[in-house]
């Protein structure tokens, strides 16, 4: 398949010569990243819940794990027992088939490719970029109609490989209730933005407490609300997300999509990015 040919714009673009995306298998219509500036604000949790929503939706949902050096998307998923079958198509040539979840999205990790879920990976920036490359290139997507990829914290050299070679239909950033997160945070943004790529909004995650007795909200890491630190980032604000001890513990169980399903509180957050 030529790059053209799997490019979501391709009735539209009118620089076919230039293009610079890379190849990818199957047909994919909307890819989306899900970035924060920093560690720890609950990104994999977000892109998780995220895919789950779209799942339940009754959309084809994929998930690529591009957080090489910390991938915990199959362990969020309850996955993380299962490896990804790796066929050889070539004399040179591999093709994943990536791992299905019980609802049926599809994902591919490093942790999918490796013996163990906790060896670590101590290579240097080409090397992951290339693992990147290959787990999205060689994938054997099929169909689907959003395909989240879970990038690592920062500005380095995933980032700027998915911005620079990905048909990104947008980013959806992650931040959490505090000045100096919400600092780091806007040099993502900014970084999307002089690369031209869409930021959909930012999903404010552990913005508060919810008492089970009276149902009041409490916030733990800032008195700001979420409107204001979306204002100084200057995106739509998507969500503002509660600490939540029961997903917590169906994600940590590998259970959150039966979780999801049958909870209503949030399917709105998937309607502010379709």
């Not at 219509?29 to 920093?38: D, F, L, Y």
């Not at 066929?87 to 040539?93: F, H």
């Not at 990976?121 to 970029?129: A, D, K, N, Y």
Request: some cysteine; proline content about 4%; hydrophobic content about 35%.
């Amino acid at each position: 398949m030529s790059k053209c040919e799997s490019c979501s714009q391709k009735s539209s673009c009118s620089s076919k010569e230039k293009c610079n995306y890379m190849e990818h298998k199957g047909n994919i219509k909307n890819i989306i990243g899900v970035i924060s500036g920093k560690g720890g604000v609950g990104k994999s949790t977000c892109t998780t819940l995220l895919a789950t929503l779209l799942r339940k939706s009754g959309y084809k949902v994929g998930v690529l794990d591009a957080d090489i050096t910390g991938p915990s998307i199959p362990r969020l998923f309850g996955i993380n027992e299962k490896r990804a079958i790796i066929k050889q198509v070539g004399e040179d040539k591999a093709e994943f088939e990536p791992v299905e979840t019980k609802t049926g999205i599809k994902v591919m990790s490093l942790n999918l490719l490796i013996p163990k879920e906790d060896d670590p990976v101590i290579w240097r920036g080409p090397m992951i970029t290339g693992v990147l490359n290959q787990m999205y290139g060689d994938t054997n997507w099929g169909e689907l109609d959003y395909l989240l990829i879970d990038m690592p914290p920062g500005t380095g050299d995933i980032a700027l490989t998915v911005m620079q070679s990905i048909n990104l239909s947008g980013m959806v950033v992650v931040s959490t209730p505090q000045d100096m997160v919400s600092m780091i945070v806007k040099k993502v943004i900014t970084m999307a933005q002089k690369m031209n790529i869409d930021v959909m909004g930012v999903i404010e995650n552990m913005s508060y407490i919810k008492c089970g007795s009276c149902g009041e909200k409490t916030r733990i890491f800032s008195k700001k609300p979420a409107e204001e630190h979306a204002k100084y980032l200057g995106v739509k604000l998507l969500a503002e997300l509660p600490v939540d001890l029961d997903l917590i513990e169906r994600m940590e169980n590998g259970d959150i999509e039966n979780y999801i399903v049958y909870n209503v509180e949030y399917d709105k957050i998937v309607n502010e990015i379709i």
